[in-house]
């Protein structure tokens, strides 16, 4: 295997491309599958049957116990979530550019009910108190209330920025929502990401509460089972400080924030890493039935954390200053052991009795571990897919999300680009063009047909870029042959299509705003061809206090709508305010309020 993806790294992507294609062995074995990659799990108390949602593989798989296959379903279109209710299934998928929710009978396999949701509806949770199941539509910010009765949508409440999960109060009274990325310029004092808090009576917002400063990438939320706390795993970024080591979290640290349930504020935000070793990836998390353990799976690093609640709780209350806590790498010392997990990339974890099931994305397999204490966890694993292909972008995708060739584990491409290779809402100041300038983390779509790659221009090409990540951000080393996988992967992807488009077309409001940005507005100027950027260096005269020039990179337009805060040092937090605020190419001087507004519809439906 080895010798071969040495033999491959040498060659160029087409070819590699058409060997794989012709010769799988490879990379698997002649009747490989493609990955099904494992993404969310719910357990079936009745039947007492594991369900595990696998994303590109477009099934559901059950599974008993012991993690012996019962049954496999396909379903129509990429599940994002699911939970179990009443019997049934509830899933989320994502099909195109749309959203729904199902409702599939666990016997057969058959879809009961399917309601059209919004782009990227993910991670649905019920309130059986109120017979209703929430979805976040990621795309859209804004979560669906869905009467589980009638299987209609009956409300929408809007939140701040990608929201990608969600946990019920036991009482049904509340909704505590995750807010993926900060919602607001980089170059603020505390930049962060938010929980918002939701009435379930009268859907409207009772406050969002901000995280510690450089909390970003929330990937899960769980509550105590006795209805006191809530959980949240994250990224917690150093990014005031120049990007010159990893020791002792300089850079990247992985966080566990605490929320009380009663006043709604945050406890504390508790490290998962190690002194000398991250915990990069912090993903799933779950609470033991008794409420005695937090387990926590770290995705980078391909581990588990079990935490002694009671103790760390306890601590947390005795703290004198429970603010600095998220300083502390040493805090969960006699309260945490890891345990390492035979598979890669673990994500998803479920707490059932004394047992917890782990999805594990990219080698699709669960881990089954018995936890028999703190210090003792029995493990096995399961494959879901014994020959599974491993194409050249795959791989790639796989090292973007690998802390364990970095060193001592900190972070991996993911912890600054947690949006699928997108960025992550901060400033950081890379040493590429010198010390003392932060610059906001751009996108990494089309980012190898859109050469320079940094808003500086610094660096040629993304090949440069890539490679110069690994050795300067992560200080690792990495094989040619994996460099090239990276740029495998990076070339693959393509941009969410638009949510502000109406069925796929322009609204009549964007129809104006793209008269505008051809005419009167002047920018296909600068943004002009297929990826709406002429790739060259403007002076765009703008230089801030931190600033050595101000002339800056065209960035692409693609996707646009995704990608903020914006400018060089994320100054503007809306696409309004990059013309505006900042009268970027003086349109404010030439376009009315109306105009404005048009010409943000259809940059936004880019």
Request: aromatic share 6%.
């Amino acid at each position: 295997m080895n010798m071969s993806r040495r033999f491959l790294g040498s060659l160029p992507v087409s070819l590699v491309l058409l060997l794989i294609a012709s010769l799988p062995s490879l990379f698997g074995g002649d009747d490989g599958s493609l990955p099904f990659s494992p993404t969310a799990l719910a357990f079936d108390v009745d039947s007492r049957t594991l369900v595990v949602a696998e994303q590109t593989g477009a099934s559901v798989v059950l599974l008993d116990e012991r993690g012996k296959e019962l049954k496999r379903y396909d379903v129509p279109g990429h599940p994002s979530g699911l939970c179990s209710y009443d019997g049934d299934i509830l899933l989320t998928i994502k099909s195109g550019a749309e959203g729904y929710l199902l409702r599939l009978d666990l016997g057969n396999g058959e879809i009961l009910s399917k309601l059209r949701l919004g782009q990227g509806a993910r991670s649905p949770v019920v309130n059986p108190v109120k017979k209703q199941v929430y979805v976040c539509n990621y795309f859209e910010n804004d979560v669906s209330v869905v009467d589980l009765d009638t299987f209609e949508e009956v409300g929408r409440v809007a939140v701040p920025r990608m929201p990608a999960g969600a946990v019920v109060t036991l009482d049904g009274s509340r909704l505590f929502v995750t807010n993926f990325l900060p919602d607001m310029r980089a170059d603020l004092a505390h930049v962060a990401s938010k929980i918002t808090v939701i009435d379930a009576d009268t859907l409207s917002v009772l406050k969002h509460i901000a995280l510690e400063n450089g909390s970003n990438g929330l990937r899960d939320i769980a509550i105590a089972p006795d209805g006191s706390t809530v959980y949240v795993t994250h990224n917690l970024g150093r990014y005031q400080v120049p990007t010159t080591q990893l020791e002792r979290g300089w850079m990247a640290t992985n966080a566990l924030s605490v929320i009380d349930v009663a006043s709604q504020e945050l406890e504390a935000t508790v490290l998962l890493d190690e002194m000398d070793r991250g915990a990069a990836g912090s993903w799933g998390v779950s609470v033991s039935p008794d409420s005695k353990y937090i387990y926590v799976a770290h995705s980078g690093t391909h581990d588990i954390s079990v935490i002694d609640r009671a103790g760390m709780q306890a601590k947390i209350g005795a703290h004198s200053n429970p603010a600095s806590i998220n300083a502390d790498l040493g805090f969960l010392v006699g309260l945490r052991k890891r345990f390492p997990l035979g598979g890669n990339g673990p994500r998803e974890i479920l707490a059932i009795g004394n047992r917890i099931y782990v999805g594990e994305y990219f080698s699709d397999s669960i881990s089954i571990l018995d936890v028999v204490s703190i210090d003792e966890v029995d493990t096995m694993r399961v494959e879901l897919n014994p020959n599974i292909l491993v194409t050249i972008e795959r791989e790639g995708e796989i090292l973007f999300n690998d802390a364990s060739h970095c060193f001592q584990m900190w972070q991996s491409c993911n912890s600054c680009h947690p949006d699928d290779v997108r960025g992550d809402g901060l400033n950081w100041d890379i040493l590429n063009d010198g010390l003392g300038n932060p610059k906001n983390v751009k996108s990494l779509v089309f980012s190898h047909v859109t050469p320079p790659t940094t808003i500086t221009g610094c660096r040629a090409n993304a090949e440069v870029s890539v490679r110069a990540g690994f050795k300067y951000i992560q200080f690792a080393e990495v094989p040619e042959e994996k460099a090239l996988a990276m740029d495998a992967y990076l070339k693959s992807l393509r941009p969410e299509p638009s949510p502000y488009l109406r069925n796929g077309e322009l609204s009549e409001a964007a129809r104006l705003g793209e008269e505008l940005f051809q005419g009167k507005a002047r920018c296909s100027k600068c943004h002009n061809g297929e990826y709406l950027t002429d790739m060259e260096m403007h002076d765009l005269e703008n230089a801030g206090p931190k600033d050595k020039t101000s002339i800056w990179d065209t960035p692409t337009l693609r996707e646009v709508w995704r990608t903020g805060p914006y400018m060089h040092d994320g100054r503007a937090a809306s696409l309004y305010d990059v013309l505006k605020q900042e009268n970027h190419n003086y349109a404010a001087d030439r376009l009315t309020e109306e105009e404005l507004l048009n010409l943000v519809e259809y940059v936004k439906s880019l």
